[in-house]
């Protein structure tokens, strides 16, 4: 699977971006996580692609209720969009895809993801 993420920009403390991910073949579930300079990466938010799962998400709790991820199935495509956006935001975000089902507490992990996009940063400014 590859992963094509773009849609990073500049943009100022309580705006909005949406990040967009296109792989080349329909994973099972895919996931965005972001690094901070000095910082590990973090998990963001991940959806389960496939019917079983019926599109179950979840974020981390810094995020949630100001970000949304969606799909496109016919694009094999995933979204992220990004509202009231903080500082603390700023970081490269990346999107991961797994090809194969896992269950959906590991979705959280960033080993459990086997395809990486190459990140677009994010910089929120204040």
């Known amino acids: 699977v590859q992963l094509q993420a773009c849609g990073g920009g500049l943009v100022q403390a309580g705006g909005s971006l949406r990040l967009s991910c296109a792989a080349s073949?329909?994973?099972?579930?895919m996931a965005w996580f972001r690094q901070a300079p000095g910082k590990e990466r973090e998990f963001v938010a991940y959806?389960?692609?496939?019917?079983?799962?019926?599109?179950?998400?979840g974020f981390s709790e810094s995020v949630k209720g100001r970000f949304t991820i969606s799909r496109d199935s016919a694009k094999n495509t995933v979204y992220l969009q990004m509202n009231s956006l903080k500082p603390e935001d700023t970081a490269v975000y990346y999107c991961?895809?797994?090809?194969?089902?896992?269950?959906?507490?590991?979705?959280?992990?960033?080993?459990?993801?086997?395809?990486w996009g190459q990140g677009t940063l994010v910089t929120v400014s204040s």
């Open positions: 959806i389960a692609l496939s019917a079983l799962s019926g599109g179950a998400t």
């Open positions: 991961a895809a797994r090809a194969t089902r896992k269950v959906l507490t590991e979705l959280r992990y960033p080993t459990t993801y086997e395809y």
């Open positions: 073949t329909r994973p099972n579930h």
